[in-house]
T-cell receptor, first 108, second 114 residues
Framework: GEDVEQSLFLSVREGDSSVINCTYTDSSSTYLYWYKQEPGAGLQLLTYIFSNMDMKQDQRLTVLLNKKDKHLSLRIADTQTGDSAIYFCAEMANNLFFGTGTRLTVIP | DADVTQTPRNRITKTGKRIMLECSQTKGHDRMYWYRQDPGLGLRLIYYSFDVKDINKGEISDGYSVSRQAQAKFSLSLESAIPNQTALYFC?????????????FGSGTRLTVV
């Protein structure tokens, strides 16, 4: 089946950039997504990228896709304490398959 | 009001009890899903439904059943709860295929089986 992998934890200092990485297995995925989960809340769609793109920028967020290596990353510029959350990457392969989630901790 | 509403928000139940988690949506989406979240495992798909007459098993359907009572309602049942079903459960919806299929999630039901 599909396998989506992420590091479990990342800590950064406020104001620095955060880079969260993800690898996936299904090369036929049409869309890849980043979701954010704040404490006690459901998942909120942050951004997505279509599989024929290699980069997408949306304000402080930059998504990079390396389709050859099946590698997806999310860069958050000028990370703020409000960015502390769990970030999930997900690939669309018939249904949405999620990674394990990366817990981002922003240190003031 | 939330687009996807899950009830209850929290539930503690005893081993062997039957329990139902409910989900309703106002998005008008055809597709509905149940996921469970466990620390370090991400979200895993339990069941999904593409319309009222369609029910499909996901990765981890054993011990669970679902009912799609209407386009807007999708409930998850644990026939005989066991402690390793303690988890955070999410319902989600999405539009039909061919469109950008971002999922909309409910706020989750935290279930504890003791």
């Amino acid at each position: 089946g599909e396998d989506v992998e992420q590091s479990l934890f990342l800590s950064v200092r406020e104001g620095d950039s955060s880079v969260i990485n993800c690898t996936y297995t299904d090369s036929s995925s049409t869309y890849l997504y980043w979701y954010k989960q704040e404490p006690g809340a459901g998942l909120q769609l942050l951004t997505y990228i279509f599989s024929n793109m290699d980069m997408k920028q949306d304000q402080r967020l930059t998504v990079l896709l390396n389709k050859k290596d099946k590698h997806l990353s999310l860069r958050i510029a000028d990370t703020q304490t409000g960015d502390s959350a769990i970030y999930f990457c997900a690939e669309m392969a018939n249904n949405l398959f999620f990674g394990t989630g990366t817990r981002l901790t922003v240190i003031p | 009001d939330a687009d996807v509403t899950q009830t209850p928000r929290n539930r503690i139940t005893k081993t062997g009890k039957r329990i139902m988690l409910e989900c309703s949506q106002t998005k008008g989406h055809d597709r509905m899903y149940w996921y469970r979240q466990d620390p370090g495992l991400g979200l895993r798909l339990i069941y999904y439904s593409f319309d009222v007459k369609d029910i499909n098993k996901g990765e981890i359907s054993d011990g669970y059943s679902v009912s799609r009572q209407a386009q807007a309602k999708f409930s998850l049942s644990l026939e005989s709860a066991i402690p390793n079903q303690t988890a955070l459960y999410f319902c989600a919806t999405s539009p039909s295929p061919g469109l950008f299929s971002g999922y909309t999630f409910g706020s989750g039901t935290r279930l504890t089986v003791v």
